[in-house]
């Protein structure tokens, strides 16, 4: 997730930037620290409607229907329990389980509401992108879908569990799919033309073209960040922020802005292990709060 040894340790994420816009100590312990976060109900619901709408367009196109989608739910679900079997002590009675498991089939329900995936055929899924920037910063993340249309357009689409944010916020939801769009134009030079983000929790589609001054933008925002995360850094002087998504985080018993003591710096230069996508590495679907709506 960024700084992660000697790998990442010039190279930025959207979620990992979001974090310490949102709050520089909440981005030391999940970069600097490596501290564990428990599995919670709604970012395990998030993988899994993630998973399955990934392997959903698996199928034949005439066959990727809702009842498809809904079959996936159950395979899926034993898949993640055996790539994290924490995940299972999130229910405490079969009947939470069944009642969660319904919540997810409601939202690919709602899904197809929104597109008809018969009419798609995405050039990616789950696509790992990157590009170095001049200054030598690496830029990283996972797209959840890509299209390109015949004449070469791009689309860049992700898939939110939560709902759509007021549109006082839209501009902060809006920097992690302008982040990936940068990262593409840097890597490869072809501007995206659409990016879209489909909200499931509220059936809203998100839609916006960038142009080149808006990628420059969030060029020189993205190297802000990183010079700001190097100060820090250099300083050993993380602090916290605290704003509205505390009573969300899962570090607030250790966060001094409550009361708490945060373990001791890592020695500088202490080389850290990445930690899995699967176990809350880079780029988890926002599935509660997002850092980018409500920062």
């Known amino acids: 997730m960024a700084d992660d040894g000697a790998e990442y340790a010039h190279s930025l994420s959207p979620s990992r930037a979001g974090d310490f816009l949102t709050c520089p100590l909440l981005y030391r312990f999940r970069v600097i620290d490596r501290l564990p976060e428990p599995p919670s109900p709604a970012a395990a619901r998030g993988t899994l409607v993630h998973a399955v709408l990934e392997h959903l367009f698996d199928e034949p196109a005439a066959g990727r229907t809702p009842e498809a989608a809904r079959s996936l739910l159950g395979p899926e679900w034993d898949r993640l329990l055996a790539a994290e ?57 996972y797209i959840d879908r890509l299209d390109i249309a015949p004449g070469g357009e791009i689309r860049i689409v992700d898939y939110k569990t939560g709902t759509a944010p007021p549109a006082e916020f839209e501009a902060r939801a809006l920097f992690q799919m302008k982040f990936y769009a940068l990262v593409l134009w840097r890597a490869q030079g072809t501007l995206p033309r659409l990016l879209q983000l489909i909200y499931l929790g509220n059936g809203e589609i998100v839609r916006y073209e960038p142009d080149e001054a808006d990628l420059r933008a969030t060029e020189r925002k993205v190297e802000a960040v990183w010079q700001a995360i190097e100060r ?64």
């Open 85 to 141: 079997p924490a995940l299972a002590g999130l229910f405490a009675a079969d009947e939470d389980r069944a009642a969660w498991l319904a919540g997810a089939a409601a939202m690919l329900d709602r899904y197809f509401t929104l597109e008809d995936p018969r009419r798609l055929e995405p050039a990616h899924r789950e696509l790992s992108v990157q590009a170095d920037l001049a200054s030598g910063l690496r830029l990283r993340g």
């Open 232 to 295: 820090a850094r250099a300083a050993r002087d993380w602090r916290p922020r605290p704003g509205r998504l505390c009573d969300w985080c899962a570090h607030k018993p250790i966060c001094p802005a409550f009361g708490g003591t945060p373990p001791e710096l890592p020695e500088p230069g202490a080389v850290l292990v990445p930690a899995s996508r699967a176990a809350g590495g880079e780029e988890e679907p926002d599935q509660e709060p997002s850092l980018l709506d409500l920062a």
